[in-house]
């Protein structure tokens, strides 16, 4: 699985820094994509397949659905949607507190990401899901 659309993003942040892989100095933008850049990830996506990878990837999800969307609908590959670390600690914060209905929630983020085309979604929500749908 190559990953392939790999964004510079805030959402990376709450497991970094506990797992000690967090930069201890500078920033790892040098080989992420800025969040505003569609084409730049097209790019990556071509040049990956160029390599042979039989999935490739967009991470994180939530905030590029569209550009999950864009790559599946450019490659025959499957696509597979990164639902990462910040994604999953926004749910369960707001679910702690009440805000939200954790389970309804967590379905519909899964489900706006498989919406987008994603063949296969990594979600640390993964064993709540399959305990959900049993």
């Given at each position: ?13 709450p497991?970094?820094?506990p ?20 084409k ?12 042979g ?48 209905d ?33």
């Amino acid at each position: 699985m190559a990953y392939s659309a790999k964004y510079a993003s805030a959402y990376y942040g709450p497991f970094g820094d506990p797992l000690d892989s967090a930069p201890k100095f500078g920033d790892k933008k040098t080989y992420q994509m800025d969040a505003g850049n569609s084409k730049e990830a097209l790019k990556e996506v071509e040049l990956d397949i160029a390599e042979g990878p039989d999935i490739v990837m967009v991470k994180p999800a939530l905030a590029y659905l569209d550009i999950i969307h864009q790559v599946k609908i450019n490659t025959d590959l499957p696509v597979a949607a990164y639902n990462v670390s910040g994604e999953y600690v926004m749910i369960k914060a707001a679910a702690k507190l009440g805000w939200i209905d954790e389970k309804k929630v967590i379905l519909e983020s899964l489900t706006s990401m498989k919406r987008a085309r994603a063949d296969l979604i990594l979600t640390y929500f993964a064993k709540e899901v399959a305990l959900m749908l049993m």
